[in-house]
């Protein structure tokens, strides 16, 4: 008699998945003649049933959930960046920067505006050279569509301590905006805490090809509320997002 | 907007249409708090918890590059932010030891919405089920929640849990032998 089925692949085998042919056959022919395997898969599809009845468990008033949820998120008083294709269009050049985009029929461009900064007077905080260059930077990045207008109306101390407990390069201090730039582990570190360090969320930000990503937090001035316009239904084979730039 | 898949519905929001977000919580509210449940244990918790988890999406949904698939973007954060969550209660625990069990919702998993499943499981073996399930060491409870409960592939909790496919593999066998040797014990396998 062989030996019999190990767990692992008999639980494999209850998935119908990971088993190559030859052990699916294997499997099937051991259990054609062992009474005690047929008991133990038999067993584990069972549980397996049972587990997946647990699906029963759910929030109790699920609509409420959604509704108060989507309340949350208009109260938030951010704004996911909006769209105009004119002013998309506008933004890229004036940034100098040329779009390689993903089409299928139309396309929408999922950019701010915020490439039409100016130059700003930059008070910078330490000796990195960028701190003159910060609106320049962005040319040689590429800009992922990691780009949100979120309010914020932090301290700039805060914000600054914020950024370097995340181990950030800070590169630039300004009255407007505090900016840095941090490791892509530690920005994911920071969207999972900054709900809860008073909700400041980075005003701005760009990936560069580093695996770095550069955010800014606008300090002062809670930033303006966007009008929520609403976009026209399109059917789905027509919405393709703009996704990479590069110079 | 239920005929759209959930890209063409992020594409919606990312373009302006923030109200678009409804349907992603729809789809994914009890996905979502049944793996924070199953974390926190506690119903109000993880209905709070999961709130703020699409909150928190909604806020990062342009990091959302679109080379994984949504709900594996989702997940991961979710899982991320549990994470934090538990450090952060694990902190806390000295202040509050014994949380009352949330009777109203066993009332409800009892009563009501296992029905679908009526005729095959009764509702207390469905109980015990749950409370074992719960007793699991963390990676492998979390680990059937994401495979036997949601049924998701091998491959999107490999991305999820970002652990190659291996350590997945043992994981699921591994805590499937640890159920079902206490299943066994409290007599629902026999
Ligand atoms: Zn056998």
Redesign the pocket.
């Known amino acids: 008699?062989?030996?019999?089925?190990s767990f692992d692949r008999l639980s494999a085998y209850a998935d119908n998945t990971p088993l190559s042919v030859a052990d699916k056959t294997s499997i099937e022919r051991?259990?054609a003649?062992?009474?005690?395997?047929?008991d133990?898969l038999a067993r584990i599809r069972k549980m397996l049933q049972m587990l997946s009845s647990l699906k029963g468990l759910g929030l109790v008033d699920s609509d409420r959930f959604v509704r108060n949820t989507m309340r949350r998120i208009s109260d938030g008083g951010h704004v996911v960046h909006r769209v105009s294709k004119s002013r998309a269009v506008r933004s890229a050049a004036t940034a100098a920067v040329a779009a390689s985009v993903v089409i299928a029929g139309t396309i929408f461009a999922t950019m701010g505006g915020f490439f039409n900064t100016t130059g700003p007077t930059t008070v910078a905080r330490n000796e990195d050279p960028r701190a003159v260059t910060v609106p320049v930077s962005y040319a040689h990045n590429r800009i992922s569509r990691a780009m949100n207008v979120f309010r914020s109306d932090v301290e700039k101390d805060a914000t600054v301590s914020l950024l370097e407990r995340h181990r950030a390069k800070i590169i630039a201090v300004t009255d407007s905006y505090v900016e840095g730039r941090v490791s892509a582990s530690e920005f994911n570190r920071m969207l999972n805490t900054f709900y809860h360090l008073g909700g400041r969320r980075p005003y701005m930000v760009s990936s560069d090809m580093d695996g770095f990503k550069t955010v800014r937090f606008l300090v002062g001035e809670p930033a303006q509320r966007e009008p929520q316009t609403s976009v026209p239904a399109m059917p789905e084979s027509d919405i393709h997002v703009l996704v990479n730039f590069h110079r | 907007m239920s005929d759209y898949s959930d890209d063409a519905v992020i594409a919606r929001v990312l373009a302006g249409d923030a109200d678009a977000f409804e349907e992603i919580i729809k789809r994914y509210n009890d996905k979502l708090f049944r793996y924070v449940y199953s974390k926190v244990n506690n119903y109000d918790e993880a209905a709070d918890v999961t709130q703020d988890i699409f909150v928190m999406a909604y806020e990062s949904l342009a990091s959302f590059r679109g080379e994984s698939k949504f709900y594996t973007w989702l997940f991961s954060i979710t899982i991320n932010y549990c994470k934090n969550h538990q450090k952060k209660s694990r902190r806390q625990a000295s202040v509050s030891i014994n949380r009352p069990d949330d009777t109203e919702f066993e009332m409800q998993i009892h009563d009501e919405r296992v029905d679908i499943e009526a005729g095959v499981i009764d509702r207390d073996s469905l109980r015990i089920v749950k409370e074992e399930l719960f007793k699991l060491p963390d990676d492998y409870r979390e680990i059937l929640v994401l495979r036997d409960i949601e049924g998701y592939s091998y491959n999107d909790i490999s991305s999820m849990l970002s652990i190659n496919l291996a350590n997945v593999k043992v994981r699921i066998h591994r805590g499937r032998e640890m159920l079902k040797k206490r299943l066994s014990e409290r007599g629902l396998l026999s």
Request: with cysteine; aromatic share 0%; glycine share 8%.
């Open positions: 008699m062989m030996d019999h089925v051991h259990l003649g062992c009474a005690s395997c047929r133990e």
